[in-house]
């Protein structure tokens, strides 16, 4: 009979129940007598605690109330109603600590969200720290590339300056040359040509100086050339100079 008792109190058992009512249990399992008046104090109070749980149990267990003492009854039932007690601790704990954590999830998120607002904040008005030094950090990398391309335009203006300061004073040098052979090749033509004209001036002085004393050539202008005409011999020209000289 006891042994009965004790396997329908074990499948009875809630599983939600706390580590107490488990060691209890344990303790049920280890001393069976003990056990058994559980059962028959679980079965006389099934209608205040229980209505559904110890059901089975009231046919067995009052065949061995009658067998029991009053005080090993008083006892189980005030563990029973402890352990109703604890269970009910248990559940309204079990219900409390969703609210508990629902309600830390909420202050949580509640809490980002300020932080994600304080940070949208700064970044408008400019003043986060991070934000800040990208910023100066931009600013110096833009100072430095513009002072490499004015470093960069400077060189280059300075080397097509020289090379077009180079361009110009070869083409000057290349002009100052040119002028001084068109003027070299016209001093030589001019040269010769002073030189050709005294060659023909001193052989026609000679020519005078050979022919009669009688005659006498007009006065001799400096820079004047006399050159005999064309188709003439020395005598035909003597006599023409002969009676221009009688005319007179």
């Not at 109190?9 to 303790?27: A, G, I, K, M």
């Not at 189980?76 to 109703?84: C, G, L, N, V």
């Not at 949580?108 to 990208?134: C, F, I, P, W």
């Not at 300075?158 to 090379?163: G, L, N, R, S």
Request: a positive charge; one cysteine or more; aromatic letters at 2%.
């Amino acid at each position: 009979m006891s042994q009965r008792s004790t396997i329908h109190t074990r499948s009875s058992y809630d599983p939600r129940q706390s580590l107490s009512e488990t060691n209890h249990s344990n303790q049920r399992a280890r001393r069976p007598a003990r056990a058994a008046a559980a059962a028959a104090a679980a079965a006389a109070n099934t209608t205040t605690h229980r209505p559904n749980l110890h059901s089975s149990e009231d046919d067995e267990s009052s065949l061995s109330s009658s067998s029991l003492s009053e005080p090993a009854v008083r006892r189980t039932t005030t563990k029973r109603a402890r352990k109703t007690k604890t269970s009910n601790n248990v559940k309204k704990d079990g219900k409390r600590k969703p609210q508990a954590q629902t309600a830390t999830t909420s202050a949580m998120l509640q809490e980002k969200l300020n932080e994600l607002n304080a940070l949208e904040k700064s970044v408008r008005d400019g003043t986060h720290s991070e934000l800040m030094k990208y910023w100066q950090e931009i600013e110096e990398k833009r100072t430095q590339r513009v002072a490499l391309a004015e470093a960069q335009c400077r060189s280059t203006q300075h080397i097509a300056q020289t090379e077009f300061d180079a361009r110009v004073k070869a083409a000057q040098d290349q002009f100052m040359k040119r002028r001084a052979e068109v003027r070299r090749s016209m001093m030589n033509d001019i040269q010769d040509k002073i030189k050709r004209l005294q060659e023909e001036r001193q052989l026609y002085s000679h020519r005078s100086q050979q022919g009669p004393g009688q005659l006498s050539y007009p006065k001799e202008v400096r820079g004047s050339i006399h050159i005999s005409p064309p188709g003439l011999s020395d005598t035909q020209i003597m006599d023409d100079l002969l009676v221009a000289r009688n005319v007179r």
